[in-house]
């Protein structure tokens, strides 16, 4: 039930762009995109709610493709602070809300 | 406005010792979810409930108990704990449809079993 997320790590330097894929075996109602820092708890990024739809928020936006129940999330022009760990999360059926196996961004400078 | 509060923050428990974790928000959401995080497996589903008096298994519920008598509180049990369940546990809040908004989380609760 867990998506999975790909590519599992990266590194990039500032200024670089990414790219951070999250692919679901069910059917999906929304995605939701979050970041967390080392120690701390997650934080919202993002919900995507219709098929096709595309969010931004600063230089990070995001892409949810119903048919293929995928969803991408795209930062540009990478800053320091992008570090941290990215996790898709999803809602199918049933009230249940699942994560994805997270990635790993680091940037340096 | 506090959130979602989790307590204890840290705790060292002993093979088959039992113990409660607590959730408390105050932002009336309906939906509240317990979740453990281990090193590679991202954020996983325990236990949730959509309401007050209800609670449904997630994706990996068993050792686990909760229970939602009010509201604003979701506890999670382990009633005998094993060193499998070393691990850091995160509380999320989401108001009424799952859709239509972001799940707040507590601080997380470090749990070792030793």
């Known amino acids: 039930q867990q998506p999975v997320q790909s590519p599992q790590a990266v590194i990039l330097r500032e200024g670089e762009d990414a790219v951070i894929n999250c692919s679901s075996s069910?059917?999906?109602?929304?995605v939701h995109w979050y970041r967390q820092k080392h120690g701390e708890a997650p934080v919202f990024l993002m919900i995507?709610?219709?098929?096709?739809e595309q969010k931004g928020h600063d230089k990070i936006s995001a892409s949810f493709n119903e048919k293929k129940q995928q969803s991408s999330l795209y930062l540009t022009a990478s800053q320091l602070s992008y570090s941290g760990t990215y996790f898709c999360?999803?809602?199918?059926?049933?009230?249940?809300?699942?994560f994805g196996t997270g990635t790993s961004l680091t940037v340096i400078p | 406005n506090a959130g979602v509060t989790q307590t204890p923050k840290f705790r060292v428990l002993k093979t088959g010792q039992s113990m409660t974790l607590l959730c408390a928000q105050d932002?009336?959401?309906?939906?509240m979810y317990w979740y453990r995080q281990d090193p590679g497996m991202g954020l996983r589903l325990i236990h949730y409930?959509?309401?007050?008096?209800?609670?449904a298994k997630g994706e990996v519920p068993d050792g686990y108990n909760v229970s939602r008598l009010k509201k604003q509180n979701f506890l999670l049990g382990l009633e005998s704990a094993a060193p499998s369940q070393t691990s850091v546990y995160f509380c999320?809040?989401?108001?009424?449809?799952?859709?239509?908004?972001?799940?707040?989380f507590g601080e997380g609760s470090r749990l070792t079993v030793l």
């Open positions: 069910k059917a999906l109602y929304s």
């Open positions: 409930s959509v309401g007050e008096g209800t609670t």
């Open positions: 932002m009336n959401h309906e939906y």
């Open positions: 999320a809040s989401q108001r009424l449809g799952a859709n239509t908004g972001e799940l707040f």
């Open positions: 999360g999803t809602e199918n059926t049933g009230n249940q809300f699942y």
């Open positions: 995507l709610l219709k098929g096709g």
